[in-house]
T-cell receptor, first 116, second 116 residues
Framework: AQTVTQSQPEMSVQEAETVTLSCTYDTSESDYYLFWYKQPPSRQMILVIRQEAYKQQNATENRFSVNFQKAAKSFSLKISDSQLGDAAMYFCAYEEYEGGSEKLVFGKGTKLTVNP | GAVVSQHPSWVICKSGTSVKIECRSLDFQATTMFWYRQFPKQSLMLMATSNEGSKATYEQGVEKDKFLINHASLTLSTLTVTSAHPEDSSFYIC????????????FGPGTRLLVL
């Protein structure tokens, strides 16, 4: 099974500033998907961004962007102009295919605090 | 788009009773639905993968007779916790993948189960 590592249990950022959350993964596959999900205190999992491994261009969604380094198996999330509503647990996930269907493997998460 | 609902959002039951949790994809058809369990301050743990019209595939260590999963239609999957005990108390989350090979999972809001 693949593994996903988030080395930062907690991070904090000042409102309006930029923060980067780290994620590394282990795989022998060449084609796969990577995701960042956000889980606010409501505990609803919200898709933040998705990256397809065969695409060299880094995915971007408004203030959220990734730095995808395939050779290094690194997939960091950058949040620009941080807002109070960005405070949440952030989970990095790798999608693997097993038993004929896709499965998400999650990291342990990074708790992001946004300071006013 | 891609909205997933769960019902109930929280439930309290007595030890020994069974509890059914519903997961619905509201605006799309989902060939595959997933059931996760999340303990406090931890990541999501996949319990089982449910494909419409076929038996669910359970992860290692998850009791099939304890956690009954039914995926009778492309928009509905149910998880029944049979003979619930206090150790089954947890947060249960479902997710669904769009039909047609899309890889993104969209999550429901979760169900908090407390077994007394």
């Amino acid at each position: 099974a693949q593994t996903v590592t988030q080395s930062q249990p907690e991070m904090s950022v000042q409102e309006a500033e930029t923060v980067t959350l780290s994620c590394t993964y282990d795989t022998s596959e060449s084609d796969y998907y990577l995701f960042w999900y956000k889980q606010p205190p409501s505990r609803q999992m919200i898709l933040v961004i998705r990256q397809e491994a065969y695409k060299q261009q880094n995915a971007t969604e408004n203030r959220f962007s990734v730095n995808f380094q395939k050779a290094a198996k690194s997939f960091s999330l950058k949040i620009s102009d941080s807002q109070l509503g960005d405070a949440a647990m952030y989970f990095c996930a790798y999608e693997e295919y097993e038993g004929g269907s896709e499965k998400l493997v999650f990291g342990k998460g990074t708790k992001l605090t946004v300071n006013p | 788009g891609a909205v997933v609902s769960q019902h109930p959002s929280w439930v309290i039951c007595k030890s020994g009773t069974s509890v059914k949790i519903e997961c619905r994809s509201l605006d799309f058809q989902a060939t595959t639905m997933f059931w996760y369990r999340q303990f406090p301050k931890q990541s999501l743990m996949l319990m089982a993968t449910s494909n419409e019209g076929s038996k669910a595939t359970y992860e290692q260590g998850v009791e099939k007779d304890k956690f009954l999963i039914n995926h009778a239609s492309l928009t509905l999957s149910t998880l029944t916790v049979t003979s619930a005990h206090p150790e089954d108390s947890s947060f249960y989350i479902c997710s669904a993948s769009l039909a047609g090979g899309q890889e993104t999972q969209y999550f429901g809001p979760g169900t908090r189960l407390l077994v007394l």
